[in-house]
């Protein structure tokens, strides 16, 4: 079974939906994260969380919300959502020890139209 | 300036030689280095991680760091069709853990 799973693994939605999506882990991390994948711009951060309480803004936070429900879960919602937030989203979770190694999970293809 | 920059390819070399892919980033106080592979619409994979100047060396992967110079290389030695992906690099500040990831170099292993 994969340690960091995704679901949906495809949405296709309309403008003004919201949308959520969900991340599970078995690999016991503390830290979450959420990034977006867009050609050419790579791979920006949204959210990330070092614990179930401790919730921080990524670099391109707005139209985001996240909630870390428990160790294992950490969810990304788009409240109202838009055309451009077409994109690839992808969760990770990284090692609690210095080194920040991340694992990422198999991704989300969310198309707004 | 990009904190962590590129060159997006692509990066065409025949199977069995060697690729050399690069990065260069600008926090100096980055302490983390990694490498990342991933297949065209799939998740990114680690394949390296090195922390101290020089070479590290797994499997037919090398990663060499030049904190000096600001520079992280990646070596893939008798490269396979099956290499063929896009190299993400990333760094990280010491004790911090944001990672800062680069917009990758295509690889394409020509049979």
């Known amino acids: 079974d994969a340690d960091v799973t995704q679901t949906p693994r495809n949405r296709i939605t309309k403008t003004g939906k919201r949308i959520m999506l969900e991340c599970s882990q078995t690999?016991?991390?503390?830290?979450m994260y959420w990034y977006r994948q867009d050609p050419g711009l790579g791979l920006r951060l949204i959210y990330y969380?070092?614990?179930?309480?401790?919730?921080n803004k990524g670099e391109i936070s707005d139209g985001y919300s996240v909630s870390r429900q428990a160790q294992a879960k950490f969810s990304l919602s788009l409240e109202s959502a838009i055309p451009n937030q077409t994109a690839l989203y992808f969760c990770?979770?990284?090692?609690?020890?210095?080194?920040?190694?991340?694992?990422f999970g198999p991704g989300t293809r969310l198309t707004v139209l | 300036q990009k904190e962590v920059e590129q060159n997006s390819g692509p990066l065409s070399v025949p199977e069995g030689a060697i690729a050399s892919l690069n990065c260069t980033y600008s926090?100096?106080?980055?302490?983390?280095f990694f490498w990342y592979r991933q297949y065209s619409g799939k998740s990114p994979e680690l394949i390296m991680s090195?922390?101290?100047?020089g070479d590290k060396e797994d499997g037919r992967f090398t990663a060499q760091l030049n904190k000096a110079s600001q520079y992280v290389s990646l070596l893939i030695r008798d490269s396979q069709p099956s290499d063929s992906a896009t190299y993400l690099c990333?760094?990280?500040?010491?004790?911090?853990?944001?990672?800062?990831f680069g917009t990758g170099t295509k690889l394409q292993v020509i049979p």
């Open positions: 990770a979770t990284s090692t609690p020890d210095r080194r920040g190694e991340q694992f």
């Open positions: 690999k016991g991390h503390d830290r």
């Open positions: 969380s070092f614990d179930v309480k401790d919730i």
């Open positions: 926090d100096r106080g980055s302490q983390s």
């Open positions: 090195i922390y101290s100047n």
């Open positions: 990333a760094t990280r500040r010491g004790g911090y853990q944001k990672v800062t």
